[in-house]
């Protein structure tokens, strides 16, 4: 992640619920409205009729413990 980080690049990742920043987001969204980006979108691959996989983020106001935004 650091190498991508200081490239300039985006990831997207699922963070562990033991994460101090899983509790601080957590408990965060309950009072505020994320600003919400979708970050991937495409057709259903199961149902081609069914609804769309979109896959939406939002930047933490925080960095990581390790620096990365």
Known sequence: MNHI???RG???T???RT???D???REWIQRHQPPWEIVRD???ARRKDG???RWRASKHRLPS???CP
């Open 5 to 7: 980080d200081r490239q």
């Open 10 to 12: 985006r990831f997207l």
């Open 14 to 16: 699922v963070m562990p």
């Open 19 to 21: 994460r101090l920043e």
């Open 23 to 25: 509790k601080e987001f």
């Open 42 to 44: 495409e057709e259903n």
């Open 51 to 53: 609804p769309r996989d």
């Open 65 to 67: 413990k390790e620096g």
